[in-house]
């Protein structure tokens, strides 16, 4: 574990000093100050107290925000605006990466299957996960599956009652002859929440790289959502805090698909949720 994230990982259990945490992580004082300043230089704002260093109290949404108290074994890469999450998550797993979540607050040429455009404008949680699965080529599709039940699950927490429509939609209503408030999600069966969009490149035997990417309109105003869908604030009544559902989205995934021994729960999971 790198400086910086192990003392993301301190400031969660509340003041810890700079002399305790570099004898605890065998490094330099300097390299716990520069992990305190590459820290406040992403906007997660650490405070200097005679106890310590201290988490703020709005962490904020960003890569380090994310990171604080991240339950699942990835790295953020945070951006403001990007083409494309996917994009860059492909160009990350082409070179190597493993383990990393590419988040953007905007995308300006997001797209959706069969290369559809995929509306993304700020205040949405646009995220590509990179992971090397060592599962074959034909086990593939049970990512799709896990990414979705992750987000419907992170929906439900966040208050929404969402559920999974094959083979990568996360909708909202529509269920047990609820009425849909919008004509144009009639036959559908619900509101659209959120998309998955899962690319992979492979041997004929094995997974090189997966890249799981997901679409959650979250603090989305109508007048941005195109026809039948909806967003997270739109369903609430209010913002929802955008740091804990990706971190919600993160964990449940890592739940279902860390390790191959996992992967026979994510098919039951996604019947209960579909």
């Not at 390299?31 to 709005?58: H, I």
Request: charge should be negative; charged fraction near 30%.
């Amino acid at each position: 574990m790198d400086t910086r994230r192990a003392l993301l990982d301190a400031l969660g259990d509340g003041p810890v000093s700079g002399p305790a945490l570099a004898a605890d992580l065998d490094v330099s004082r300097a390299a716990v100050w520069k992990a305190v300043e590459s820290l406040r230089e992403e906007g997660f704002a650490v405070e200097s107290t005679p106890e310590g260093y201290v988490a703020p109290d709005d962490p904020g949404y960003s890569a380090a925000g994310i990171e604080f108290g991240l339950d699942a074994p990835y790295a953020i890469e945070y951006h403001d605006r990007l083409p494309s999450t996917n994009d860059r998550a492909r160009d990350l797993a082409t070179e190597g990466a493993d383990g990393v979540a590419v988040v953007a607050d905007e995308q300006s040429g997001g797209r959706g299957r069969l290369d559809r455009e995929w509306v993304a404008p700020s205040g949405g949680v646009w995220l590509s996960l990179v992971t090397r699965p060592d599962v074959p080529p034909a086990r593939a599709p049970l990512f799709t599956l896990a990414a979705a039940v992750a987000t419907a699950d992170a929906c439900r927490e966040a208050g929404v009652d969402a559920h999974i429509k094959w083979p990568n939609d996360v909708l909202v209503g529509g269920l047990d002859g609820e009425p849909d408030r919008d004509a144009d999600t009639e036959g559908r069966g619900g509101r659209k929440l959120a998309g998955i969009l899962t690319e992979m490149q492979g041997e004929a035997d094995r997974v090189s790289w997966l890249v799981a990417g997901i679409g959650v309109n979250a603090n989305i105003g109508s007048d941005a959502l195109p026809p039948g869908a909806t967003s997270l604030r739109e369903e609430l009544g209010d913002p929802v805090d955008r740091r804990r559902f990706a971190a919600t989205l993160l964990e449940r995934f890592a739940a279902l698909a860390g390790a191959p021994d996992r992967m026979d729960r994510i098919l039951p999971a996604w019947r209960e949720r579909a």
